[in-house]
């Protein structure tokens, strides 16, 4: 497991000191003395002078980032929230009111009327390659780009298997910019001992084969290896059927899933019971409800913001090995 201290030379740079030769205030409110502070996101180094008081933040799984960090009060504006998938009553709780500046990807228009000073999204997570709302779009307008880490596979199409240090990077990088790090360093060591303790109790069992069925029919989509289920599925005790596949999200053809006959599968539930839908079509498909999954009736229904990098991340691992390895 990669540690908290290689995240941080990785990622951060405060002055001229590592971010792990500081040290680390005991509030969790804005540490000015931190600043400034040299961030990587993907191919780019981004230095803040002070922290973000507007930001925007797009989907689900990058605002419930900034929640876990209480960062409510320097947000003015969400995007992409509700225009694929429900909410939950915890996330609305969380929101505190925070404006949805538009239901999916957002318009370059869309982000100015905020007037932020940062935009926290991804490529394919509210931001396209040549199109308007990019880092070098909104540099423009004196306006700071934080890429998700999963998403930077987009740029170079290169890179590892998803591991949980995607989404530990991220963390540590929101509260080096928003000058919270200590909040973020406790949650990660936090999420880090649940983790250990879940792998502990699968310790020496052969790993499940484990596919996830997104949506479509004729072809199917999923994840591959650059996916964040893929590092979920890891750190559950199973393994990705799919991980050989060299792209994040991507469609396969129903005769490779039948190449694997996965064990059991992850049904992604956008709309708070949706998963229904999908599972009635795999039972009634004339090959995939021929499946070891599928007859066995072994799966679980994971929302969208547990798949994707996110607090939620950590549950999600929970939940799906107790129900791999349920007897």
Request: charged letters at 20%; proline letters at 4%.
């Amino acid at each position: 497991m990669t540690s908290l201290k290689q995240i941080k030379h990785s990622f951060l740079t405060l002055g001229a000191l590592t971010f792990g030769a500081l040290g680390l205030g005991a509030s969790f409110h804005v540490n000015a003395s931190n600043f400034p502070v040299t961030v990587t996101s993907c191919d780019r180094s981004i230095t803040f002078e002070q922290a973000p008081t507007r930001a925007v933040i797009h989907d689900q799984n990058m605002s419930q980032m900034a929640f876990a960090l209480d960062l409510q009060d320097q947000i003015v504006g969400l995007t992409g929230i509700t225009g694929w998938y429900k909410t939950s009553p915890s996330f609305d709780k969380d929101r505190q009111g925070i404006p949805e500046l538009a239901s999916k990807n957002p318009s370059l228009e869309n982000i100015l009327s905020a007037n932020p000073d940062l935009f926290f999204a991804g490529w394919n997570y509210g931001m396209r390659i040549g199109e308007d709302v990019t880092p070098q779009g909104l540099e423009r307008f004196n306006i700071k780009t934080l890429e998700l880490s999963e998403s930077c596979v987009h740029l170079d199409k290169q890179g590892e298997d998803a591991k949980m240090a995607l989404l530990y990077d991220d963390m540590i990088r929101l509260g080096a910019v928003f000058g919270v790090q200590e909040k973020a360093e406790k949650l990660i060591n936090t999420w880090q001992d649940e983790i250990q303790g879940i792998q502990a109790s699968v310790k020496g069992k052969s790993p499940v084969k484990v596919f996830l069925y997104d949506s479509g029919e004729d072809k199917v989509f999923t994840s591959g290896r650059f996916g964040m289920p893929t590092a979920l599925i890891r750190a559950a005790g199973g393994i990705n059927v799919m991980d050989h596949l060299d792209t994040s999200w991507g469609k396969v053809s129903i005769e490779a899933i039948m190449d694997t006959n996965p064990d059991f599968l992850i049904l992604v539930d956008y709309d708070k019971g949706g998963w229904k839908q999908s599972w009635n079509f795999l039972q009634n498909h004339p090959l995939l409800s021929q499946l070891s999954a599928v007859k066995n009736e072994r799966f679980i229904p994971l929302e969208y913001g547990e798949i994707t990098p996110g607090p939620l991340n950590i549950g999600a691992i929970k939940k799906l090995s107790q129900h791999m390895f349920k007897e």
